[in-house]
Nanobody, 120 residues
């Protein structure tokens, strides 16, 4: 399986960005999808997750009300809409797939990451 992120870049504080993650090589709707991020010198942290059927989402407290995760199982893609961005959102953002069905439990895929920089 493969995950490819896109949509990162430089944005001013208060601005918006939408990250995309394209999945291939596995049964996408059998997997929960999560966005993680890692800032320089810090550990990787969970940003947002969405269940395999898109019916449930969860967010880190630091992004609640500003970020929105969504998925399109027909296009095998997951998105992260980021609004009201802050300098502390600067990080490399990674897409992750985690097997949700019994047959793929314990299976994980990671993307290569996309850089988001929030600066004036």
């Amino acid at each position: 399986g493969q995950l490819v992120e896109s949509g990162g870049g430089l944005v001013q504080p208060g601005g918006s960005l939408t990250l995309s993650c394209a999945a291939s090589g596995f049964t996408f709707n059998w997997y929960d999808m999560t966005w993680y991020r890692q800032a320089p010198g810090k550990e990787r942290e969970l940003v947002a997750t969405i269940t395999s059927d898109g019916g449930s989402t969860n967010y880190a407290d630091s992004v609640k009300g500003r970020f929105a995760i969504s998925r399109d199982n027909g296009r095998t893609m997951v998105f992260l809409q980021m609004n009201r961005l802050k300098p502390e959102d600067t990080a490399v953002y990674y897409c992750n797939a985690r097997g949700a069905r019994v047959l793929v439990r314990g299976t994980y895929y990671w993307g290569q990451g996309t850089q988001v920089t929030v600066s004036s």
